[in-house]
């Protein structure tokens, strides 16, 4: 089986070093070719276009930034709908609208493919260490031939039909979002009614406040670099995406568009390229207070690999 992969970001990237590391024969793209060359190792090959990709490989892979994006390479000049999709497996780990993707799937699937959706949740480190928890959708047939490449990568979760897997990876974000603004709130009342904030971060875990926010995030508040590796602009297009299927369903989002607005005012003051968790410096900042504290907080981009070896 020889894997594509398309979209060598901060998480992409990591995820195709770890289908390579499984052993699979690989061809890679994106839009930036210095991502591409540092992909490059005895076995991996670049490909010139999705539908090149496409062409070479047996199963694809797509982690690209959204919508629009992943629209281009499924329907671009050089997509895949004008190669051969018949017997071509898709697997795609974006974050993007359901609505979309139900319907590029089924274009992909009239041509003779078979799709399945699997976005990821986790940081970085999960990418890098390869057990990412992965939301997979799609026939039961097509998650298991394509199994082996997302174990791969990260820990398989079925959501069950095609499209489920990015419902419950926008309501993951959701909550992800909605905590994280939260937390500076707590952070910085717990620390000027006189609790230190270390002291609240470990009586906090195991609780009822515990997350993988409160366990993964508060160290970037305590180094101050909030977490480049997740940037403002991600945290605001997957809110953006959010409030599209709220609004689709029609329920009720006033927690969601009260975190939404916080983001925004992050990403105001401190631009779109700031950490995720510089939602939380904007209440630091307003009430005076340094959430700074002391002590070797591991970077979520410098842990190790600990997946299997390649085969």
């Not at 329907?75 to 497996?89: A, D, Q």
């Not at 905590?179 to 609780?207: C, F, Q, R, S, Y």
């Not at 979520?300 to 997946?307: D, F, G, K, L, R």
Request: aromatic share 6%; glycine share 10%; with cysteine.
């Amino acid at each position: 089986m020889i894997v594509g992969f398309i979209g060598l970001g901060t998480m992409g990237s990591n995820a195709a070093r770890n289908v390579r590391r499984a052993g699979f024969e690989m061809v890679v793209h994106d839009i930036r070719p210095e991502a591409v060359e540092r992909q490059m190792e005895p076995g991996v090959t670049a490909g010139s276009s999705p539908a090149d990709v496409l062409a070479r490989a047996d199963v694809v892979v797509t982690m690209v930034f959204g919508p629009k994006e992943v629209e281009q390479v499924v329907r671009g000049p050089s997509g895949f709908l004008s190669s051969n999709c018949k017997g071509k497996y898709w697997v795609d780990m974006t974050t993007s609208s359901p609505r979309l993707m139900r319907t590029l799937a089924a274009e992909f699937e009239a041509q003779g493919g078979h799709a399945v959706d699997a976005p990821v949740t986790g940081s970085v480190d999960a990418a890098i260490r390869g057990d990412m928890p992965m939301f997979v959708g799609g026939e039961d047939t097509s998650i298991e031939h394509v199994r082996p490449v997302i174990e791969a990568m990260g820990q398989l979760r079925k959501v069950g039909r095609y499209g489920n897997g990015y419902v419950a990876k926008l309501v993951n974000n959701q909550l992800w979002k909605i905590h994280a603004a939260a937390i500076g709130e707590a952070m910085v009342t717990a620390k000027l009614a006189g609790l230190d904030p270390l002291t609240w971060w470990n009586v906090m875990k195991g609780g009822a406040a515990d997350s993988f926010v409160m366990s993964h995030d508060v160290p970037s508040i305590f180094a101050g670099h909030y977490d480049p590796s997740f940037p403002i602009a991600l945290c605001l297009k997957d809110l953006s995406l959010i409030k599209e299927l709220m609004d689709e369903v029609g329920t009720r989002n006033e927690l969601t568009a009260a975190t939404h607005a916080r983001f925004r005012e992050a990403g105001e003051r401190y631009g779109s390229g700031a950490g995720e968790m510089t939602v939380c410096k904007v209440i630091e900042d307003d009430a005076g207070v340094d959430l700074r504290v002391a002590g070797d907080w591991l970077k979520p981009w410098e842990v190790q690999h600990s997946a299997a070896p390649a085969k």
